[in-house]
Protein backbone atom coordinates (compact mmCIF):
# COMPACT_ATOMS: atom_id res chain seq x y z
CA UNK A 1 0.00 0.00 0.00
CA UNK A 2 1.86 3.12 -1.27
CA UNK A 3 -0.45 5.53 0.16
CA UNK A 4 -0.73 4.05 2.89
CA UNK A 5 2.57 3.89 4.82
CA UNK A 6 3.15 0.15 3.34
CA UNK A 7 6.50 0.77 1.42
CA UNK A 8 8.70 3.56 2.96
CA UNK A 9 10.63 4.35 5.82
CA UNK A 10 12.61 6.93 7.56
CA UNK A 11 16.05 6.43 9.37
CA UNK A 12 17.96 8.84 10.86
CA UNK A 13 20.95 7.73 13.55
CA UNK A 14 21.23 10.67 15.96
CA UNK A 15 23.83 11.14 18.76
CA UNK A 16 22.05 13.96 20.74
CA UNK A 17 24.57 16.56 22.08
CA UNK A 18 23.12 19.97 22.33
CA UNK A 19 23.83 21.06 19.35
CA UNK A 20 22.48 18.07 17.71
CA UNK A 21 19.55 18.12 19.12
CA UNK A 22 18.98 22.01 18.08
CA UNK A 23 19.20 21.06 14.33
CA UNK A 24 16.88 18.31 14.95
CA UNK A 25 14.24 20.57 16.52
CA UNK A 26 14.81 22.31 12.67
CA UNK A 27 14.30 18.67 10.76
CA UNK A 28 11.38 17.91 12.68
CA UNK A 29 9.61 21.23 12.44
CA UNK A 30 10.35 21.35 8.74
CA UNK A 31 9.03 17.77 8.67
CA UNK A 32 5.85 18.82 10.64
CA UNK A 33 5.48 21.54 7.80
CA UNK A 34 6.33 19.48 4.62
CA UNK A 35 6.44 16.06 5.30
CA UNK A 36 3.22 13.80 4.77
CA UNK A 37 3.63 11.17 7.55
CA UNK A 38 0.58 9.24 6.32
CA UNK A 39 2.44 8.06 3.45
CA UNK A 40 5.45 6.84 4.98
CA UNK A 41 5.10 3.56 7.95
CA UNK A 42 7.44 4.89 10.21
CA UNK A 43 10.29 7.13 10.94
CA UNK A 44 13.29 5.74 13.22
CA UNK A 45 15.64 7.20 14.91
CA UNK A 46 18.70 5.25 16.49
CA UNK A 47 21.28 6.75 18.98
CA UNK A 48 23.40 5.07 21.60
CA UNK A 49 21.83 3.09 24.80
CA UNK A 50 22.59 5.60 27.36
CA UNK A 51 20.89 8.26 25.16
CA UNK A 52 17.49 6.46 23.99
CA UNK A 53 15.65 8.30 27.26
CA UNK A 54 17.54 12.26 26.46
CA UNK A 55 16.01 11.14 22.81
CA UNK A 56 12.55 9.77 23.86
CA UNK A 57 11.88 12.76 26.21
CA UNK A 58 13.00 14.93 23.59
CA UNK A 59 10.59 13.46 21.15
CA UNK A 60 7.93 13.67 23.27
CA UNK A 61 7.98 16.98 23.66
CA UNK A 62 7.77 18.57 20.22
CA UNK A 63 6.06 16.04 19.27
CA UNK A 64 3.28 17.13 21.44
CA UNK A 65 3.11 20.91 19.70
CA UNK A 66 3.89 19.31 15.99
CA UNK A 67 0.26 18.93 14.51
CA UNK A 68 1.38 16.69 11.40
CA UNK A 69 3.30 14.14 12.77
CA UNK A 70 1.53 11.48 14.74
CA UNK A 71 3.63 10.32 17.49
CA UNK A 72 2.66 6.86 16.67
CA UNK A 73 4.75 6.59 13.70
CA UNK A 74 8.05 7.32 15.84
CA UNK A 75 10.25 4.95 17.30
CA UNK A 76 13.73 5.26 19.21
CA UNK A 77 15.83 2.47 18.46
CA UNK A 78 19.22 1.46 20.53
CA UNK A 79 22.60 1.39 18.39
CA UNK A 80 23.37 -1.81 20.04
CA UNK A 81 20.17 -3.10 18.95
CA UNK A 82 21.44 -3.03 15.44
CA UNK A 83 24.81 -3.09 15.82
CA UNK A 84 25.53 -4.91 19.63
CA UNK A 85 29.49 -4.56 18.74
CA UNK A 86 28.66 -0.75 19.79
CA UNK A 87 27.98 -1.76 23.66
CA UNK A 88 30.89 0.01 25.48
CA UNK A 89 32.59 -3.29 26.49
CA UNK A 90 32.21 -4.90 22.77
CA UNK A 91 34.04 -1.99 21.41
CA UNK A 92 37.03 -2.31 23.98
CA UNK A 93 37.13 -6.23 23.33
CA UNK A 94 36.90 -5.36 19.45
CA UNK A 95 39.62 -2.70 19.20
CA UNK A 96 41.10 -2.56 22.37
CA UNK A 97 43.41 0.84 22.55
CA UNK A 98 42.12 1.80 19.06
CA UNK A 99 38.63 1.95 19.84
CA UNK A 100 38.80 5.68 19.52
CA UNK A 101 39.15 5.67 15.98
CA UNK A 102 35.67 4.16 15.43
CA UNK A 103 34.48 7.89 15.83
CA UNK A 104 31.01 9.03 15.22
CA UNK A 105 31.06 9.72 11.70
CA UNK A 106 32.03 5.84 11.48
CA UNK A 107 29.50 4.52 13.84
CA UNK A 108 26.54 7.12 12.14
CA UNK A 109 27.53 5.03 8.73
CA UNK A 110 27.24 1.29 9.98
CA UNK A 111 24.39 2.13 11.76
CA UNK A 112 23.08 3.09 8.56
CA UNK A 113 23.45 -0.03 6.81
CA UNK A 114 22.97 -2.59 9.62
CA UNK A 115 19.73 -1.01 10.59
CA UNK A 116 18.20 -1.06 7.33
CA UNK A 117 17.75 -4.95 8.35
CA UNK A 118 15.33 -3.51 10.84
CA UNK A 119 13.07 -1.72 8.42
CA UNK A 120 9.65 -3.58 7.65
CA UNK A 121 9.77 -1.38 4.38
CA UNK A 122 10.78 -2.33 1.25
CA UNK A 123 12.62 0.81 0.89
CA UNK A 124 14.23 3.46 3.79
CA UNK A 125 14.97 7.31 3.65
CA UNK A 126 18.17 7.40 5.38
CA UNK A 127 18.37 11.07 6.63
CA UNK A 128 20.79 12.80 8.99
CA UNK A 129 19.78 14.81 12.29
CA UNK A 130 20.81 17.85 10.00
CA UNK A 131 19.00 17.32 7.11
CA UNK A 132 15.76 19.83 6.92
CA UNK A 133 13.08 19.11 4.43
CA UNK A 134 11.96 22.44 2.18
CA UNK A 135 9.01 21.63 -0.07
CA UNK A 136 6.30 18.98 0.10
CA UNK A 137 7.19 15.45 0.21
CA UNK A 138 5.12 12.33 0.03
CA UNK A 139 7.08 8.67 -0.03
CA UNK A 140 5.06 8.24 -3.32
CA UNK A 141 8.03 11.26 -4.82
CA UNK A 142 10.74 9.54 -3.79
CA UNK A 143 9.65 6.29 -5.93
CA UNK A 144 9.82 5.98 -9.74
CA UNK A 145 6.58 4.14 -10.83
CA UNK A 146 5.85 1.75 -13.52
CA UNK A 147 3.88 -1.07 -14.82
CA UNK A 148 4.34 -3.84 -13.18
CA UNK A 149 5.88 -7.39 -14.30
CA UNK A 150 7.16 -10.32 -14.06
CA UNK A 151 10.61 -8.58 -13.68
CA UNK A 152 9.60 -6.35 -11.26
CA UNK A 153 11.39 -6.57 -8.12
CA UNK A 154 9.36 -4.52 -5.57
CA UNK A 155 5.57 -3.69 -6.76
CA UNK A 156 2.41 -2.62 -5.23
CA UNK A 157 0.02 -4.58 -3.47
CA UNK A 158 -2.28 -4.90 -6.23
CA UNK A 159 0.53 -5.71 -8.55
CA UNK A 160 -0.32 -2.96 -10.77
CA UNK A 161 2.84 -0.65 -9.94
CA UNK A 162 6.10 -1.32 -9.90
CA UNK A 163 8.26 0.45 -7.23
CA UNK A 164 12.13 1.61 -7.52
CA UNK A 165 13.63 4.12 -5.32
CA UNK A 166 14.91 7.50 -6.84
CA UNK A 167 18.18 8.63 -5.72
CA UNK A 168 20.46 11.53 -6.10
CA UNK A 169 23.51 10.34 -7.82
CA UNK A 170 26.24 12.22 -9.29
CA UNK A 171 29.22 11.82 -11.83
CA UNK A 172 31.25 9.64 -11.02
CA UNK A 173 33.68 11.99 -9.18
CA UNK A 174 37.62 12.88 -10.19
CA UNK A 175 37.91 13.99 -6.36
CA UNK A 176 40.87 11.85 -5.27
CA UNK A 177 38.76 11.28 -1.77
CA UNK A 178 36.25 9.98 -3.32
CA UNK A 179 37.62 7.93 -5.79
CA UNK A 180 39.97 6.44 -2.58
CA UNK A 181 37.02 6.22 -0.72
CA UNK A 182 35.43 4.23 -3.38
CA UNK A 183 38.09 2.44 -4.04
CA UNK A 184 38.62 1.44 -0.47
CA UNK A 185 34.96 0.12 -0.14
CA UNK A 186 35.55 -2.15 -3.17
CA UNK A 187 38.60 -3.84 -1.57
CA UNK A 188 36.88 -4.70 1.57
CA UNK A 189 34.22 -6.15 -0.51
CA UNK A 190 36.31 -8.22 -2.40
CA UNK A 191 35.65 -6.84 -5.53
CA UNK A 192 36.13 -4.22 -7.92
CA UNK A 193 34.68 -1.28 -8.78
CA UNK A 194 32.58 -1.71 -12.30
CA UNK A 195 34.73 -0.59 -15.24
CA UNK A 196 32.18 2.12 -17.37
CA UNK A 197 30.85 3.76 -14.47
CA UNK A 198 29.35 7.42 -15.24
CA UNK A 199 26.86 7.36 -12.00
CA UNK A 200 27.54 7.03 -8.04
CA UNK A 201 25.42 7.05 -5.05
CA UNK A 202 26.95 10.42 -2.84
CA UNK A 203 25.67 12.19 0.29
CA UNK A 204 22.54 11.49 2.62
CA UNK A 205 19.99 11.41 2.40
CA UNK A 206 19.22 8.53 0.44
CA UNK A 207 16.71 5.92 -0.67
CA UNK A 208 18.20 2.14 0.62
CA UNK A 209 16.46 -1.05 -0.60
CA UNK A 210 16.54 -3.66 2.41
CA UNK A 211 16.69 -6.34 -0.58
CA UNK A 212 20.07 -4.72 -1.43
CA UNK A 213 20.86 -4.01 2.08
CA UNK A 214 19.83 -8.13 3.33
CA UNK A 215 22.51 -9.78 0.28
CA UNK A 216 25.18 -7.28 1.19
CA UNK A 217 25.30 -7.65 4.70
CA UNK A 218 25.59 -11.81 3.74
CA UNK A 219 28.24 -11.04 1.91
CA UNK A 220 30.03 -9.29 4.05
CA UNK A 221 29.55 -12.01 6.69
CA UNK A 222 31.34 -14.29 4.11
CA UNK A 223 34.40 -11.94 4.36
CA UNK A 224 34.59 -12.04 8.31
CA UNK A 225 36.55 -14.24 10.30
CA UNK A 226 37.25 -15.85 13.75
CA UNK A 227 33.55 -15.84 14.75
CA UNK A 228 33.11 -12.12 13.71
CA UNK A 229 29.88 -10.79 12.78
CA UNK A 230 30.11 -9.01 9.50
CA UNK A 231 29.50 -5.54 11.81
CA UNK A 232 32.72 -6.58 13.48
CA UNK A 233 34.21 -7.18 10.15
CA UNK A 234 33.88 -3.37 8.84
CA UNK A 235 34.94 -1.87 12.03
CA UNK A 236 38.63 -4.27 12.23
CA UNK A 237 39.04 -3.32 8.77
CA UNK A 238 38.27 0.09 9.96
CA UNK A 239 40.85 0.13 12.69
CA UNK A 240 43.51 -1.52 10.66
CA UNK A 241 43.45 1.23 8.07
CA UNK A 242 43.23 4.35 10.41
CA UNK A 243 46.38 2.55 11.89
CA UNK A 244 47.85 1.82 8.68
CA UNK A 245 47.25 6.07 8.01
CA UNK A 246 47.15 8.16 10.48
CA UNK A 247 50.83 8.76 10.30
CA UNK A 248 51.61 12.24 10.26
CA UNK A 249 48.13 13.52 9.01
CA UNK A 250 46.64 16.44 10.12
CA UNK A 251 43.95 16.22 12.58
CA UNK A 252 41.56 17.85 10.10
CA UNK A 253 41.89 15.23 7.96
CA UNK A 254 41.64 12.24 9.96
CA UNK A 255 38.23 12.09 9.61
CA UNK A 256 38.38 11.22 6.14
CA UNK A 257 40.57 8.39 6.64
CA UNK A 258 38.20 5.38 5.79
CA UNK A 259 38.39 1.32 4.42
CA UNK A 260 34.95 1.98 3.51
CA UNK A 261 31.57 4.00 3.40
CA UNK A 262 28.12 2.88 3.82
CA UNK A 263 26.64 4.62 0.29
CA UNK A 264 30.23 3.37 -1.68
CA UNK A 265 29.67 -0.06 0.03
CA UNK A 266 26.25 -0.22 -1.00
CA UNK A 267 26.69 1.17 -4.40
CA UNK A 268 29.71 -1.44 -5.40
CA UNK A 269 28.02 -4.47 -4.22
CA UNK A 270 24.75 -3.14 -5.98
CA UNK A 271 26.61 -2.86 -9.22
CA UNK A 272 28.55 -5.81 -9.57
CA UNK A 273 25.78 -8.12 -8.71
CA UNK A 274 23.29 -6.08 -11.34
CA UNK A 275 20.53 -5.33 -8.96
CA UNK A 276 20.93 -1.81 -8.58
CA UNK A 277 18.96 -0.74 -11.68
CA UNK A 278 15.94 -3.54 -10.37
CA UNK A 279 15.45 -0.81 -7.29
CA UNK A 280 16.62 2.16 -8.20
CA UNK A 281 16.74 5.12 -10.95
CA UNK A 282 18.77 7.73 -10.79
CA UNK A 283 16.81 11.21 -10.06
CA UNK A 284 17.65 15.03 -9.39
CA UNK A 285 16.12 15.56 -5.97
CA UNK A 286 18.78 17.85 -4.46
CA UNK A 287 20.04 21.29 -6.03
CA UNK A 288 23.53 21.50 -5.25
CA UNK A 289 23.16 24.94 -4.28
CA UNK A 290 20.94 23.85 -1.41
CA UNK A 291 23.48 22.18 0.58
CA UNK A 292 25.95 24.47 2.55
CA UNK A 293 29.44 22.23 2.89
CA UNK A 294 31.57 25.56 3.10
CA UNK A 295 32.20 28.92 5.36
CA UNK A 296 32.31 31.09 2.47
CA UNK A 297 29.25 30.45 1.20
CA UNK A 298 27.38 30.92 4.50
CA UNK A 299 26.46 34.41 3.67
CA UNK A 300 24.76 33.73 0.37
CA UNK A 301 23.23 30.51 1.36
CA UNK A 302 19.51 30.59 0.17
CA UNK A 303 17.97 27.31 0.44
CA UNK A 304 14.78 27.93 -0.49
CA UNK A 305 15.54 29.28 -4.04
CA UNK A 306 14.92 25.91 -5.50
CA UNK A 307 12.28 24.63 -3.74
CA UNK A 308 8.96 24.91 -5.59
CA UNK A 309 6.06 23.34 -5.52
CA UNK A 310 5.60 22.53 -8.44
CA UNK A 311 6.73 19.46 -9.98
CA UNK A 312 10.12 19.42 -11.34
CA UNK A 313 10.42 18.52 -15.01
CA UNK A 314 12.22 14.92 -15.07
CA UNK A 315 15.78 14.96 -14.98
CA UNK A 316 15.69 18.83 -13.67
CA UNK A 317 17.03 19.53 -10.17
CA UNK A 318 14.73 20.37 -7.35
CA UNK A 319 15.65 20.42 -3.70
CA UNK A 320 13.21 18.36 -1.45
CA UNK A 321 15.70 18.68 1.01
CA UNK A 322 18.99 20.19 2.13
CA UNK A 323 22.40 19.70 4.54
CA UNK A 324 24.25 21.91 6.92
CA UNK A 325 27.35 20.45 7.08
CA UNK A 326 27.88 20.34 10.72
CA UNK A 327 31.59 21.23 11.18
CA UNK A 328 30.51 24.74 10.02
CA UNK A 329 28.78 25.63 13.58
CA UNK A 330 25.87 27.52 12.17
CA UNK A 331 23.76 28.16 15.00
CA UNK A 332 20.18 26.28 14.60
CA UNK A 333 18.33 29.64 15.04
CA UNK A 334 20.39 30.75 11.84
CA UNK A 335 19.60 27.89 9.64
CA UNK A 336 15.58 28.63 10.69
CA UNK A 337 15.50 31.54 9.54
CA UNK A 338 17.00 30.88 5.77
CA UNK A 339 14.05 28.71 5.55
CA UNK A 340 11.06 31.32 6.56
CA UNK A 341 10.69 31.50 2.82
CA UNK A 342 9.97 27.59 2.35
CA UNK A 343 7.73 28.01 4.62
CA UNK A 344 5.62 31.10 3.08
CA UNK A 345 6.03 29.07 -0.13
CA UNK A 346 3.94 26.19 2.03
Same mark, same amino acid.
Given at each position: ?16 ? =? ?33 ? =? ?26 ? $?? $????? %? ?11 ? /? ?50 ? !? ?15 ? &? ?34 ? &? ?7 ? %? ?42 ? #???? /? ?5 ? #? #? ?27 ? !? ?46
Amino acid at each position: DVEGGGAMSILTPVFPD =NATLALLENQLKSADAFLDMATFKEWIFVTPTEQV =NTLVHFLEQHLERLRCLPSHKFRVLSDD $VC $VPEFH %PWRLKKLAGDQAS /YIDGWMKQQLLKLACGLSVQTPYHLVTDSDTVFLRSIRAMDLMHQAVCTAES !RVCDLKKKVELRARNDM &QPQSEDPAFLTWQAASAETLHMEVPGGTKWHLFITP &QVLSAAVVA %PLAAHLQTLAKGGDSWRAYLLRIQVERQMEMRQDIPDEQKQGIA #AWTE /YDLYWVY #A #AVTRCFNKYHVRASLAHPTANLWEQEDVD !RWKPCDHAEEEAPREGQPTALWATVQSRLGMDASDIWKRLEPCMQKH
